[in-house]
């Protein structure tokens, strides 16, 4: 009997970061742009390079580093759901105790303004999280998420006929700033999206493209045409129109922040009216709301 057990482990390389630039053509000057941090991670048998000190079993993460790039160079990778689906059944495949892999992809947002010259993005970004396991390989889990981007209404949003007790001091409010950093996940259903071997030859880029696409305009749609009841009751009902309209689609979580802008009082100056024209940005702290939303 020993001490100890390892309860459970897992190792590989993170932020393996790379920027490809994707020619239609030798000569011609019309490139796109990809720039990305990889995570890659392992499980397997793997538990003797814990508990005995054998690191005959452990793939070095420089491998794993150099893997991650040699495949991105080699390979079309149009979108990151395909590259992860590549990454994934690369490690597994090629090494006969790796059972398992976890790859997180965070792209940037670069917007092309002329055939090689581009704009970044700001804070947005998008990011796909793939869960593998070779004994499971219909039941991967994949999440596209879209991240960072912030937005404010003016008006349109209301909050009232909340809880009230002997700790509130909030005004209720039919007219307030509405400001999120969006955090957006789409969980796709393996069962209906197929096989990562389909995936990995880039078979579902499109279907990728635009339900990531699809479901950030919705999410921009609604947060601009609804009169907000709520960020809870707002967030839901953008998940529910992405699952309405994307049958792939298995789980729409959103993580969004309240970022409050506070209404000066001028009054002491002379009686000034301020008709929720003057704000002052709170910078903590915030409320968070989180929901997932999943179909009937
Ligand atoms: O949309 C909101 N949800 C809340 O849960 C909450 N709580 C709060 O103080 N303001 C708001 N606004």
């Not at 011609?28 to 390079?49: D, F, P, R």
């Not at 070095?60 to 893997?67: G, Q």
């Not at 395909?82 to 006969?96: M, R």
């Not at 209906?192 to 880039?202: A, C, F, N």
């Amino acid at each position: 009997m020993t001490y100890s057990y390892l309860q459970s482990s897992t190792y590989g390389k993170d932020n393996v970061k790379f920027l490809k630039v994707i020619k239609d053509s030798k000569d011609n000057k019309n490139h796109e742009i990809m720039e990305c941090n990889v995570q890659v991670l392992l499980t397997g048998q793997l538990e003797t390079s814990y508990t005995e000190a054998n690191n005959k079993v452990i793939v070095p993460t420089d491998t794993v580093k150099n893997t991650i790039l040699i495949l991105a160079k080699k390979n079309n990778i149009e979108t990151t759901e395909k590259f992860a689906a590549l990454l994934a059944l690369h490690f597994t495949n090629k090494y006969n105790h790796i059972t398992g892999a976890t790859v997180k992809i965070i792209q940037q947002k670069w917007n092309k303004y002329h055939q090689h010259s581009f704009i970044h993005g700001g804070a947005e970004e998008k990011i796909v999280e793939l869960f593998y396991k070779q004994e499971n390989p219909l039941e991967y889990k994949l999440v596209t998420s879209l991240k960072g981007l912030t937005v404010l209404k003016s008006t349109n949003s209301m909050f009232y006929d909340y809880n009230v007790c002997d700790y509130t001091t909030l005004q209720p409010t039919k007219d307030r700033i509405l400001s999120t950093d969006i955090l957006m996940k789409i969980e796709f259903d393996s069962s209906k999206l197929g096989s990562l071997e389909d995936i990995s030859k880039g078979s579902k880029n499109l279907t990728f493209d635009s339900i990531f696409d699809s479901s950030k305009a919705t999410t921009l749609t609604i947060f601009k045409e609804e009169n907000s009841a709520s960020v809870q009751a707002t967030m839901y009902n953008m998940a529910t129109k992405i699952l309405q309209d994307n049958e792939l689609v298995k789980f729409v979580t959103y993580e969004l922040p309240n970022k409050h802008y506070i209404l000066f009082n001028l009054e002491w100056f002379d009686g000034e009216k301020n008709e929720n024209e003057l704000f002052y940005p709170a910078s903590d702290p915030n409320g968070l709301i989180k929901c997932t939303v999943g179909r009937n």
